[in-house]
């Protein structure tokens, strides 16, 4: 029989500290359980009161984005829930002395070692208490009425070590952010920041990455529409292989490659022939020849009279569909080699014309691999939601097709998702 592993018990003789090693193991656990700055001040507070104090007030670092011309707590907390309106008013615009800090009142004869020390706030007496980690300053606790015993004895290491253990909690907090902030940042520049008005285009996105990330994700699928031409428009729907910096790297390259190589004037085979040589460089460049890109490219040209002529090259990519005007829904290219795998493949451009009404649905494996337990949505799955669109606008197209994808599973969209859809109209 296993042996179980003793549990450590609290220190009955010692008061003090049985109610310091509970308040410390209770932080731990509630401060870990998440990385929202708000949520961490909220929870924060909630260990704070009652226990060490009648309220709590946490201040923002001096060059924090919530801070104003004025000083205003960004999270304040009482004993008596009828009394934080009268507590928000009495602190608002008080600065907490801290020792060293430029921005803050001191007090006079106080030293950085002397910290903290109790001062007369509008509320009464208060104890306040940097909180820093890493050495960076993440703004100021608070703790106020403390009682007849005073900020003192025992009370005042367990408020600093509690301080402490808050302040690393809101620097992972922050480090998240600031690795969010980044990554969106990222992301938004492998999109073009709007679509371009075309005359007797309708155009349609969609565009969502996968909901199980943890919020640093960056997709691999990416879309484009840009001109090429006084008449010709180029349209593109893509998915890299695999998500992070490096597939994020390979979309960048993508995106601007096909832009660049379609005004220098290339056919659009050319132009995807090209783009996968300069894949597989960039493959040879960092040591990982397992990158590859599935590649929808085409050049669009609207007509007088309502049409639209499309050359397509569809590399490895799931299969546009046309919606005919009957309601009928097709193919609209053949399968060709994806992109980054072979040095020369045989590709060939397709010729598909849009009557006036008539829809391009584009879109990544997100749609047809949509799961619902074992079953799959499949490309079927996706013509039969294009076949209920006739008489849509484009963004109409897109709407219907995203919810009957979403509809479909029985979870949240574990892969990224584009759809792109181009209609033709007489304007």
């Given at each position: 029989?296993?042996?179980?592993?003793?549990?450590?018990?609290?220190?009955?003789?010692?008061?003090?500290?049985?109610?310091?090693l509970t308040l410390l193991s209770q932080a731990g656990e509630l401060l870990?359980?998440?990385?929202?700055?708000?949520?961490?001040?909220?929870?924060?507070?909630?260990?704070?009161?009652?226990?060490?104090?009648?309220?709590?007030?946490?201040?923002?670092?001096?060059?924090?984005?919530?801070?104003?011309?004025?000083?205003?707590?960004?999270?304040?907390?009482?004993?008596?829930?009828?009394?934080?309106?009268?507590?928000?008013?009495?602190?608002?615009?008080?600065?907490?002395?801290?020792?060293?800090?430029?921005?803050?009142?001191?007090?006079p004869g106080i030293g950085?070692?002397?910290?903290?020390?109790?001062?007369?706030?509008?509320?009464?007496?208060?104890?306040?208490?940097?909180?820093?980690?890493?050495?960076?300053?993440?703004?100021?606790?608070?703790?106020?009425?403390?009682?007849?015993?005073?900020?003192?004895?025992?009370?005042?290491?367990?408020?600093?070590?509690?301080?402490?253990?808050?302040?690393?909690a809101l620097d992972n907090a922050r480090q998240y952010a600031e690795q969010v902030e980044i990554i969106r940042g990222l992301q938004r520049s492998?999109?073009?920041?709007?679509?371009?008005?075309?005359?007797?285009?309708?155009?349609?996105?969609?565009?969502?990455?996968?909901?199980?990330?943890?919020?640093?994700?960056?997709?691999?699928d990416f879309y484009d529409v840009f001109p090429i031409s006084r008449k010709v428009w180029g349209f593109a729907v893509g998915d890299v292989c695999g998500t992070g910096p490096e597939a994020a790297a390979l979309t960048g390259l993508a995106r601007h490659s096909l832009r660049l190589l379609a005004r220098e004037g290339r056919s659009p085979v050319s132009v995807v022939e090209r783009l996968n040589q300069a894949v597989l460089e960039e493959g040879e460049l960092a040591g990982d020849a397992g990158r590859f890109i599935t590649l929808l490219y085409g050049e669009v040209e609207p007509r007088p009279d309502g049409s639209a002529q499309l050359v397509m090259v569809c590399a490895g990519h799931p299969l546009p569909l046309i919606l005919r005007q009957d309601g009928s829904v097709r193919a609209a290219a053949n399968p060709q080699p994806l992109l980054g795998v072979l040095p020369d493949p045989t590709l060939y451009a397709?010729?598909?014309?849009?009557?006036?009404?008539?829809?391009?649905?584009?879109?990544?494996?997100?749609?047809?691999?949509r799961r619902n337990g074992r079953q799959m949505l499949g490309d079927e799955g996706v013509a039969?939601?294009?076949?209920?669109?006739?008489?849509?606008?484009?963004?109409?197209?897109?709407?219907?097709?995203?919810?009957?994808?979403?509809?479909?599973?029985?979870?949240?969209?574990?892969?990224d998702l584009a759809l792109l859809a181009l209609r033709a109209y007489k304007g």
């Open positions: 029989m296993a042996q179980r592993t003793p549990r450590t018990s609290l220190p009955r003789d010692r008061p003090e500290e049985a109610v310091r870990t359980g998440t990385l929202d700055r708000r949520r961490l001040a909220a929870l924060a507070a909630q260990l704070i009161v009652p226990r060490l104090a009648d309220w709590v007030a946490i201040y923002p670092a001096a060059d924090h984005s919530n801070v104003s011309s004025a000083w205003t707590p960004e999270h304040i907390w009482h004993r008596e829930e009828r009394r934080l309106d009268a507590l928000g008013v009495a602190l608002k615009n008080w600065q907490p002395p801290l020792p060293g800090d430029s921005g803050r009142t001191h007090i950085q070692n002397d910290w903290p020390v109790p001062v007369a706030s509008p509320y009464g007496q208060a104890l306040p208490i940097p909180l820093t980690a890493r050495g960076v300053s993440l703004g100021t606790l608070v703790l106020g009425g403390p009682g007849k015993g005073g900020f003192a004895g025992p009370m005042l290491p367990l408020a600093v070590e509690l301080a402490a253990r808050i302040a690393a492998l999109l073009p920041p709007s679509l371009p008005t075309v005359g007797g285009l309708d155009i349609g996105v969609v565009y969502e990455a996968a909901s199980n990330s943890d919020g640093v994700h960056v997709g691999g397709e010729d598909v014309e849009l009557g006036v009404g008539e829809v391009l649905l584009v879109y990544t494996d997100g749609a047809s691999e039969a939601a294009l076949s209920g669109c006739s008489g849509m606008t484009a963004p109409g197209v897109v709407a219907r097709v995203r919810q009957a994808v979403v509809d479909f599973g029985d979870s949240g969209t574990r892969d």
